[in-house]
């Protein structure tokens, strides 16, 4: 089982100056799939650069620029220069490991969110920073793959909303379909607790409790991309913004609530892995006891039993026992009243119920 | 035991517009009751389309469309033309597994609120979507069996505040009927957990854990459905609204009031379920160390008396002690001797102290 | 040891209208203990109906009616039409395990408290409803016996600041008393939980567990008596209300001062309560470590010694030992090694040191 | 180890009027040590009386009169009488066990905070009761002994900034006297939990336990005495006050601060305090199988080499083995080959590696 | 394992004068690092006195003062006087063991921030001390060595936001070098939990245990160190300053922004730290289950097998057995029905299924 890193950040060399960033020379070079459109037309392109891209839309189009891959140096200083943008801002693109946040910076927001995307069986989290002014989104994905499709299919299929609308709509719209992909986790979350709390509670090995705690891990890693998400965004929509106009309002309160089931899920799957452990060693111990029970059982019955097979192994000259005609009787005599004895005792302490671990243990 | 899912939400597909609904084809064509009233005049009839059930009402009547069982997709389109609703609460209505909430746009409320109504011997949790406006109330439920009757009841025999009341007093008085059916599944919690509480102090086994982390389970599922609703009809009573008339406030207040009472008891469930866990490990650890006395003692006592017999029917040729004329009388001493010293030990040690688990484990 | 019960809460037919009750036949009437009083007259009587109550006070007299025992439905029918009291509010008096409460009705304040009177050896909860009015004060005990009787007093002998005040003052006067009347509760259970952690540290039994859990619930239970009782006076100082004197205001926030100190203290005790019970799991295991290393010692040091005899018992036909000289006392030189290569390595697992548990176990 | 009483509070009779108190008859007749100040002149004197004090000063001197010792009754009805202070504070200042508070009576204010003096080899805590107006500051404390010296001797050496302030100056200075002294008692703590922590780890005996236990009741006592004083001067401090000068402002600032620190520092060590009784536990579970693990070597290798030497001292008559030629060999030769087997058994399982509690424990 | 002290703070004499302050006579005087700079000049000197450091800078230039070593008492009055700093403010510069705050003085803001610096294998905590106002910065340092490097690159290099900035801008830039030191101590925390985490799970020891501790002891100690500052620069983000410009203000941001991530990480790993005591705790009693598991097998198959052998051992005259021709394969039978019963037994309890604990113990 590998365990994402606890603690990963790309980090400018320590103390430079804010706004500086550090690109890695990548091999792939980030495509920037672009969509200029407005309610009658739409050009979609993959181009080289921003200036290009910009080229693409007019006057009364709206711009969505979606950079797929680590971009370098020089695209993010043409960013900074064409689109105008921070150099805080635009810093916090290279630097990724960000904490999600919205950033009002006047004519346009800056929003850093996580995004959940499949990766073969398992989840991955990556940095998708958005620009979102009135005209133009600007979108920074780590690597291409992503949870965008069905925005662009409805950008292609000209839904009005969305051909209409100004980029504080198609913003909305990305950040709600990375909420959307929550789900899918959250549903691959809960079969995996399903699976683990019927272990915990049948056959509780070291295993289990590994799992258990991995899982725990995965959830804490979890609730730290969605609570500071859930918090910026709610407090977005408390002050509002000179951007985001009213109609689209409705949909960002819509995604701030799929973010607020998302955020009591987790908690609740935290809640239940924590449950897990307690449970763990709680059957554990139950377990020990009942090994202890049959152990104590068994010695308690055999070991004075033999102790007194022992006494008439001894070779004294004089053990008059020995000598009696029904010695050996006597003797069994003996060894039935102890047993019956013991029986007794165990029965008034209650041990030999029978217990459900022995079914369970089956 | 069969638990419910830890996760359940039918989902539009991932990225699909906000405001996207699916339905399931349904064999159960829904029932819509629509009652139609004002002061003086009632009518009552189950009905086919909404067109229909608005058809029942003239200017000066109140409305109250109940649709019962999952609705379909022509149905859910017809709300959204017929009464004016929005897209989104409507998509809300269809996608279930939605957090409580009450949402306001504008000339209507529209309210998720979660219903707990019995099945069988246990309870069945489902989602009422509920749009309140001064003329209408629409509610839907997933399926037919609904805490209303006593509504219907007083409608029915023409009661002068429901009767002459808007829609905020009808949606106010279903949410409170609603908060009310609450308190006979918390009644059921607290049979249950008297009945663990004693099954944990007196017999903890596996069992015990077993149905208490059940119990835990269920009261972190029901406090998800209760505190989203207190949050959210608190500020709803904080913030007002143009349809929430101020004579209908006493009995909103009164809704939150139970409703608070319902997550105070929740919560101290809760506590008391997790205190379970913590007292069935120490129970056994106790159980563990009483079984453990119980070998020591008897394992203390008589291997070394074995050894001592054994060294006596050893076949050494010279052994003083076997020729002695009290030789056994001797062996006897020595056993006593050993036996009486033991029990000197365990008594300074507290151990032969009848301990009260003996009683309880009768 | 009988504990309350978990959840009560005597229900209207669920449903129904809210400011529904149910009475149920009491066999003995509630007594109405009257007090009208101006700064110079004061009448006392018990009266049958709440119009004889009214009559007794003229327009300069305040009135102070305590309702001792269950009012029947007509009593609190008179009470509403008298008075002019909501129907709410009325409802509330007789379904009885409301929450703590102070709700604003205008003219009138309406209060739910808890009080906890002496019942035997310990304590029994009552919910206490009053209404507080410029010229009357109304009083619903459930069961006659209250903390009220310092008040009464005051009243009879004529203290200048009751006898002048209005019904803010009485109902606060009340208030105080049912919150003094916690201090003893806590002292009892400060006295119990002394007692408890005597016995937690020293002797650690399964009764002693089972108090402490007994203990926590009642500490959970008187908890969930307080916290409201202490959000909803302080947010009422906050408030302030159209009755409410700027001269009683300083013993309303000594009254708070008081509740904040019963919450204080019943967090702490709860707190205490919980860390007996981790106490009690760690004291259990540290005993059975002890009782395992008393068995441990025995049996490794004679199970080997027991072979070794065992060998020497053997009928082999050529044992050359056997036949030696001095193979008897061999054979103790084998057993006195043994035995002190054994106390060597006990004693470097540092298990013959005398641990305290021996000197507490006496 | 002698813990101070979990719960104490001197009560009037329940239910008395509010403001009412008792003293009680006191051998020892409380010292009333008098200051009157101003730039230039500085008059010191014990007094009997507060008549007696308040004519020590003339009208532009400030008075500073220090109660030390139980108040007498008349001495505090004198108090209200003279300096005209409301009878719910005055009552409060012979109630001992009050919380920490401050509150505001318009021309004055009334602190009651709690000192720790130190008492032979531990601290003794002490309610000081401060009332604090323009002119003049009287401070009430259970006992004589306390922290004001250092301001004592700042007035007598005619600091400018004590001498020429006025009441509110001196009030802040005699609570930082306080506050300061906490930082002795938080040093002796730490130097108790860094012991209690040396031997949890090393050496996790009862006493250990109980030690821990004991430290965690009085840090909790502790917390009890300083959150309501931070969260009163937070409050005291954003309200302001009239007789609260500009100047004032920044020493009760610092106050507060270190006021924050002692919070912190006592929320950390209750924190440690938790986690020494989590980790004695697991350091116990884990000697508990070190014991085990010796216990089940011997035991395993020994109880079936026991039986195989009990075959042989068996007596039937044909037993072939015991007539062979080197029948004892062939004994010792099963002996030695399951001796392997279970060390290589043991080998497997990891349990003959040496544990680092083998060192610890010498 | 050396930990640092629990509490450590330098103290004045108890009750004195606040602002007042003793300085140790140090061996090392402290050095005056100081740099005068505008846009286009920049004088950087190490100087003796303040008055030295103030007479390098003009009216137009701005002046950081980085005193670097305890300061001497004649210093820290020299900064008192020449620059006009509060007596309270200077006074916590040496005093150290500060909490970390930003408290307003009007014409310059006073901060006291924690940092952490390498310290051979691991890091320092050390008090950082920061006067900022519009024409100067004066920081104290406990030590030479800190995270400032990056910030005099850049005043030296002419950098122009740092060059033109007032000492609004320069201080944000230090606390914000201060806070991004904070992520390499992050990162080796995250690598000592990781390795910790693997030893947990696989061999639970006694010294992975006290390492968990320490490690939890130390986050204790970072949180107590960031917490504080979190919420003091968002409050003072909130209230603003005169000193702030504008322009500085999205940089404080992106510094709250990094904080609020370390915060968020601390907390990861406190929990972390805390589960790995838990999980430890269920791993050992696993353990512990397992030892218990294989002596009970070996002890309740060979005992009772001892017990025949013993029985037939015994020197009875009469004992039938003993003289049939096949008595020694008829004992044999015993030994095998009784060995097979038992594997059945155990076979049921699910006793010799293999669990993971024997693998991952080799």
Same mark, same amino acid.
């Given at each position: 089982?590998?365990? !994402?890193?606890?603690? =990963? ?16 020379? %990548? ?27 910009? %080229? ?10 979606? *950079? ?6 020089? &695209? ?38 996580? @995004? ?20 133009? *989104? ?15 299919? =409805? ?28 789900? !899918? ?14 272990? /915990?509670? #049948? ?16 959830? @804490?890693?979890? =609730? ?5 998400? #859930? ?10 913004? /000179? ?6 309002? !409705? ?23 924590? %449950? ?6 709680? %059957? /554990? ?9 049959? &152990? ?8 004075? $039993? ?13 053990? !008059?026992? $020995? ?11 003996? *060894?039935?009243? @102890? ?24």
């Amino acid at each position: 089982m590998n365990s !994402p890193r606890l603690f =990963r950040r790309k980090l400018p060399a320590q103390g430079s100056s804010p706004g500086t960033f550090e690109t890695e020379p %990548s091999v792939i070079k980030p495509v920037l799939h672009t969509m200029a459109f407005n309610a009658t037309e739409l050009t979609e392109r993959d181009v080289e650069t921003l200036t290009e891209a910009k %080229s693409l839309a007019s006057d009364n189009h709206r711009l969505w620029i979606d *950079v797929q891959g680590q971009p370098t140096t020089g &695209l993010l200083e043409e960013a900074g220069t064409i689109f105008n943008l921070h150099a805080l801002a635009v810093a916090d693109v290279a630097n990724i490991g960000q904490r999600p946040k919205i950033e009002d910076y006047g004519e346009y927001l800056f929003c850093v969110v996580r @995004m959940a995307t499949r990766d073969g069986a398992g989840f991955r989290w990556e940095q998708v920073s958005i620009f979102i002014a009135k005209q133009f *989104v600007i979108s920074f994905q780590e690597r291409p793959g992503d949870c965008f499709d069905a925005v662009r299919h =409805r950008l292609r299929t000209g839904r009005k909303l969305i051909r209409e609308g100004n980029g504080d709509y198609l913003g909305a719209m990305l950040i709600d379909a990375i909420v959307d992909g929550y789900f !899918p986790v959250l549903e691959e979350f809960g079969e995996r607790l399903e699976e683990l709390e019927n272990r /915990v509670l #049948r056959h509780p090995t070291q295993a289990v409790l590994t799992e258990v705690y991995h899982a725990k891990r995965e959830l @804490m890693n979890f =609730r730290r991309s969605v609570w500071p998400m #859930r918090d910026t965004l709610n407090q977005f929509l408390r002050d509002g913004h /000179v951007i985001l106009k009213k109609s689209t309002v !409705p949909y960002v309160r819509d995604t701030v609530d799929h973010l607020m089931q998302v955020v009591d899920v987790v908690e609740t799957f935290r809640e239940l892995a924590a %449950s897990f452990i307690d449970v763990y060693l709680s %059957s /554990v111990s139950h377990r020990t006891n009942e090994v202890m029970r049959v &152990l104590t059982i068994f010695a308690s019955i055999f070991i004075p $039993l033999t102790f007194v097979a022992g006494v008439y192994g001894m070779n004294f000259e004089a053990i !008059p026992e $020995l000598k009696w005609k029904h010695g050996y009787l006597y003797f069994w005599g003996i *060894v039935v009243s @102890m047993l019956l004895a013991m029986l007794y005792l165990f029965l008034r302490l209650g041990w030999l119920r029978k217990t459900d671990n022995l079914d369970d243990g089956k």
